[in-house]
């Protein structure tokens, strides 16, 4: 076996013949139409014997096979055998492995959770930490694990059509932690009973599990099937957290403020262990202690400066309120953009609204100076912004817009998509919306501000990219977003664009930073898409350009698996595959580069042929062929061997037809090309092109 798993080439054995070939010289003054040379007994010879014979060779190779793969490799198998979760060592730099220190490490307010916590999972071999996100979860199960004594420790990153145990790894002595927040669909109840099974499984090697979940997401049945290992731990007492780390940091001689009176009120609302982590940061930056007040009020989200502009034009009528706050959100979700993009977005809101924006209004309205400036909103050249002595302000305005009116949410969603699809906004400006809903949906953790970012106006779809694409990353909501983007390609109803959404991101830094996960996608991407999509073809082409390894071993692996062929979805993914990376020159280039091996060789003789026979390919790989036949025509390195690998493709039985496909040349003459093809089909093929003379 080589290193991914594949069979080495065997010789053939004694019953194992060559592809059959005439003896019969071609008369070389004649020009064979392929229809007539293929109907010739020898043509029958051919077609007789090859592909039962390639078909036997590529599965004996195929089950032999390994079905575990290292851990890289088992993520090209994802959509060909079910689900895989993906293992990433926790490193000795990892920030929060850090914060799980001795010296470092706070526990939770609420220690006798923290015990309970510890004792399931000593006991039961797993343990749930169900606690609202932004409470040091995994830095609490990290710290548990190391108590229990575990060296080894993974996060276990899961691509999965469903939640399941049976990808889950169960090597001796591990910990491990899964992340089970922010789920798009949630588990079933009986996968409360197979975690426990799970955990007894795991105990017996020496082994841990820890699952972080949220009571949004954990609760029901499942948690009433879980409760005996799980644990409600509470965020760490935030004062004993900031001191903590500002002692690990640069900034330990600030500790003594954090007694000032600028901080009482702070600790007595217990913050969370994100916003505990945010303060210490914040007084990190402080340079001297007359900065505090005011760093704090920035911490607090500007609460009095907030207020100040919602209250403004409180004496006037209802619709004089609105206006004014529908300038000071207009302006929050663009801050730093147009002056006329923040009066055109705040006019929408009101619209949004019902209220009155018709010409005659708008003119009888203040000028867009007066109602900028009723907002707070300052100019700056063509530019406006919030507030700019108050870091921060806009966010703070959006926050409070999303926490103080929550029944909202969707007409406010709505408004502010709306806004970075409108096409009378700048596209500069329409990409500060889209960064500040994305950061919002990241601080709010509010999963629907992302779906409906997929849906926004294809003309502006490239914002939604670069959106998603960020948040893709984010630690905790990306996990959320990357299995959306499995979803939208692994169901066949999924809209259109939001196919190519996927398909862009995969084909940009996210799927080139995570190559494994984007194959997965774009695979069966593939299969969603027209055979020879465009888009797709370019996708695998940035892949190919910059991680030609995986995409070598994920092509080499789904055009080996018998399953693959067996089943008619996967089979038109893997083609489409096949089709995509071929495209393209580098692509092609990448799959010939094994070709002279005969395993290889044989592979893509079959990808090609089962292209050719499935539903759409017909045209697609005829299209293809020509390429190859206008990129290798003139290319002496390459050509026999394009050409013989193409004999093997259109010689055997049911493929004979394409030659009249591809035979003719633009200007009705026979392609020499495709000539010398056709001859090597039968053995015979033509003297090189070029001869010396005596």
Known sequence: MNGFG????????????????????????????????LSSPAGQELASGAVGQLQSRIDQDAVAMSQVGDRNIQAYMLFLHGDFVNRVQVRPTDAEFLAADDKRFVPPRNLAQWKVGLDACRRRGVVILNAPS??????????????????????????????????LPDDQGCGFVLDLSNLPEPPAAQFGADLAAYGEKLRVKGSYLVVLATPDDWNGHLADRTVEFTAWPESPDAQMLVE???????????IDWLNGPELTGIWSGNPSAREAQRLADVIARAKKRDELALLVDEFRNWPTAVESLLQRGGAEARDTVLAIRATVW????????????????????????????????????????????????????ERVHHDQSKPGLATAILRSLWTEFPTQRGLIRRWAIGVVGDRG?????????AEALRSLAVDRRDRSILDELADVQSSRRSLAVETLT??????ELGRYV????????????????????????CRGKWGQANPTMALTRLGKAAGHKNLGSDAVCQA???????????????????????????DPQLKRQVLGVFLAVIGSDEGTDLVLAGANEPTARERIVRAWQGLLSIEGGEAAGVAQMQRWRARFDQDDAQREMVQNMLAEVLGASGFQRFFDMVMMDDSRTVSPFWRETLRRTYGTPEPPRETSTP
């Open 470 to 475: 960020e948040a893709a990353g984010d630690p």
């Open 134 to 167: 932004g409470t040091g979860r995994r830095t609490q199960a990290l710290r548990l694990l190391r108590d229990l004594g575990l060296q080894q420790i993974d996060d276990l990153v899961p691509e999965w059509s469903k939640v399941s145990t049976r990808p």
């Open 540 to 566: 695998f082409r940035q892949l190919v350009i910059k991680r030609p390894d995986e995409v070598r071993k994920a092509v080499d692996q789904w055009l080996t698996d018998p399953r693959a062929w067996a």
């Open 6 to 37: 594949i069979g080495a080439p065997r010789e053939p054995g004694p019953q194992e013949v060559p592809l059959a070939r005439t003896t019969e010289p071609a008369d070389p003054g004649r020009d064979f139409g392929a229809v007539e040379i």
């Open 482 to 505: 990357r299995d959306r983007l499995l979803q939208w390609v692994s169901n066949g109803g999924t809209a259109e664009h939001k196919v190519d959404l996927v398909v862009e991101i």
């Open 244 to 254: 903590t780390e500002l002692r690990a940091g640069p900034a330990a001689d600030r």
């Open 425 to 433: 906004i700048p596209e500069a400006d329409a990409r500060l919306a």
């Open 330 to 381: 207009a302006g929050a979700l663009l801050d730093g953009g147009q002056r006329s993009s923040v009066i055109r977005a705040s006019d929408a809101l009101q619209k949004e609204l019902a209220l009155e924006r018709s010409s005659a209004h708008v003119l009888a309205d203040a000028t867009s100076t007066s109602r900028l400036k009723a907002a707070g909103i300052e100019p700056d050249g």
